[in-house]
């Protein structure tokens, strides 16, 4: 594989908080004034602190996270201190493809095996890589579907003893000296992609989202939940479509690293104009599977390296990032929005630690427009 440049562990730097301010505006502009009170409290409310403490790599370890190229679907291979987990296995003819990279990874057994959701596109493969690998365990967001794909994970899991386990939103999990916990998906969803497990993955200092299918009504419940979102690498959801990977939900996790697994040319339009522009706004790193082939990521605890079958140009991974002068660009123009108070009328920045509760708000898009509508700007955050 091509070896990628390294990325050192950022403090919370002013950047980083103006980046987290921006994709506050920027969600609040997009869904627009009738959706403005609902979205505001979500952005403004913070993510609650993880209760579990990541664990410090042992010497010598090894960690990394391998997206598998299986095209148009999704399989992703965790290892850590010898040990390993695997998330999805792609379509049914991409069994032996994932079967075979683990064998030359020297996987020997999986401890635990997990299924984020029904759709073919994910559970297809694991029934191939359940007859090859001894599993410690095997997770689903259900127990049945009427797809053969998934009926036949469930078969071979049983042949090794195992009975199909719906884990529970907290569950927490050790892989070598790493963290997997669950969190989400927090409600009950009719749509399939929505029920998509969504794992954090800690390693030392060095974070991982794993997100399925989901799309942004789960991702908006997620963001409520007050789960810990605020990742280095996420695994951007339904592989790049226009329904998923929303503001509300990038100001949550401020990601450095976003990878797509996506087939070339595929039929869906994936990753979809919209989606990758939302990634740009944040300020996201974007690695695609359909240019770049597999991406390996590897962490020694503190800073993480991203690796690649071949190396394609940041503008080639995100069309959206140029104007063609090569710096980053945005299609639209920077706005200020403030947030206004209907019962006190006064008017603050997003940012302002004294919002008002989010029945109670009302966005303009000017200073002047606030001021013409009778509100004073507060001093706390507009001096």
Not at 176 to 187: C, F, I, Y
Request: proline share 5%; aromatic share 6%.
């Amino acid at each position: 594989m091509k070896e990628h440049r390294s990325h050192n562990k950022p403090v919370l730097t002013g950047a980083l908080l103006r980046r987290a301010a921006a994709l506050a505006l920027a969600a609040l502009l997009a869904l627009g004034l009738t959706a403005c009170q609902d979205l505001a409290g979500a952005l403004t409310q913070q993510p609650a602190a993880s209760t579990v403490q990541p664990a410090q790599p042992a010497d010598g370890s090894g960690f990394s996270v391998d997206f598998i190229d299986v095209g148009q679907a999704l399989s992703v291979l965790v290892t850590c201190d010898g040990q390993s987990m695997l998330y999805d296995g792609g379509n049914v003819e991409d069994g032996s493809l994932v079967v075979s990279y683990l064998q030359n990874k020297g996987v020997t057994r999986l401890e635990y095996v997990f299924c984020s959701h029904a759709h073919k596109d994910h559970v297809g493969g694991l029934a191939a890589v359940m007859a090859a690998f001894p599993a410690g365990h095997a997770y689903a967001p259900v127990t049945t579907a009427d797809t053969q794909c998934f009926q036949d994970y469930v078969k071979y899991a049983q042949q090794q003893g195992l009975a199909l386990e719906v884990p529970a939103v907290g569950t927490v999990w050790q892989l070598g000296s790493a963290t997997v916990q669950l969190l989400g998906p927090v409600a009950s969803y009719e749509d399939t992609n929505d029920t998509s497990l969504v794992l954090r993955i800690d390693y030392g200092e060095t974070s991982f989202l794993l997100t399925g299918d989901m799309e942004q009504d789960a991702e908006d419940d997620l963001v409520a939940s007050g789960a810990p979102l605020d990742v280095d690498v996420l695994q951007v959801g339904h592989h790049g479509s226009e329904t998923s990977t929303g503001y509300v939900f990038l100001n949550a996790v401020l990601p450095e690293v976003g990878v797509i697994s996506v087939g070339e040319g595929n039929s869906y339009g994936h990753p979809h104009e919209a989606a990758l522009s939302r990634l740009r706004d944040a300020g996201v790193d974007v690695w695609r599977t359909d240019l770049s082939g597999t991406i390996r990521i590897t962490s020694d605890g503190v800073n993480y390296a991203v690796a690649s079958d071949k190396d394609v140009p940041p503008e080639a991974q995100n069309p959206t990032l140029t104007d063609g002068s090569g710096q980053q660009s945005s299609s639209q123009p920077a706005i200020q929005a403030y947030i206004g108070n209907v019962n006190s009328k006064k008017f603050h920045l997003p940012s302002c630690s004294n919002l008002p509760d989010p029945a109670n708000q009302i966005l303009f898009s000017s200073y002047e427009q606030a001021v013409e509508a009778g509100y004073e700007p507060c001093g706390n955050c507009l001096g």
